[in-house]
């Protein structure tokens, strides 16, 4: 059985940091975040494959970092410099397959995820 439970959600202002983490009953070949905000659609934050390798969406990028504890099969997302933007539930994922590659810098794409934890709020405010 799948588990993926995320915490470290909340609310920060502008400018702040968070870190979520992501406790899985283990770590897949592709782990990502992704986040909703109310009225939007889900969108990728970014992924981590089992070599370490990580995509970010260009929204995120050199702003958020990803990053995995396999000892402990914990999936992180250290947030910095927040914008009000960023406000939305927040998902880990899991895929079993490679992640794909990001040039374009997109962000993954969810539809291709099939384990998803319950999700944490992050709120930022002006």
């Known amino acids: 059985q799948v588990q993926l439970v995320e915490s470290g959600g909340g609310s920060v202002q502008a400018g702040g940091s968070l870190r979520l983490a992501c406790a899985a009953s283990r770590l897949w070949t592709c782990m990502g975040w992704f986040r909703q905000a109310p009225g939007k659609e889900r969108e990728g934050v970014g992924t981590?494959?089992?070599?370490?390798?990580?995509t970010y969406a260009n929204s995120v990028k050199g702003r958020f970092t990803i990053s995995k504890d396999n000892a402990q099969n914990t999936l992180y997302l250290q947030m910095n410099s927040l914008k009000p933007e960023d406000t939305a539930m927040y998902y880990c994922?899991?895929?079993?397959?490679?992640?794909?590659?990001?040039?374009?810098?997109?962000?993954?794409?969810?539809?291709?995820?099939?384990?998803w934890g319950q999700g944490t709020q992050v709120t930022v405010s002006s």
């Open positions: 994922a899991a895929n079993t397959g490679w992640c794909a590659t990001d040039i374009a810098g997109t962000g993954p794409n969810p539809a291709i995820f099939g384990y």
């Open positions: 981590v494959d089992t070599d370490g390798t990580t």
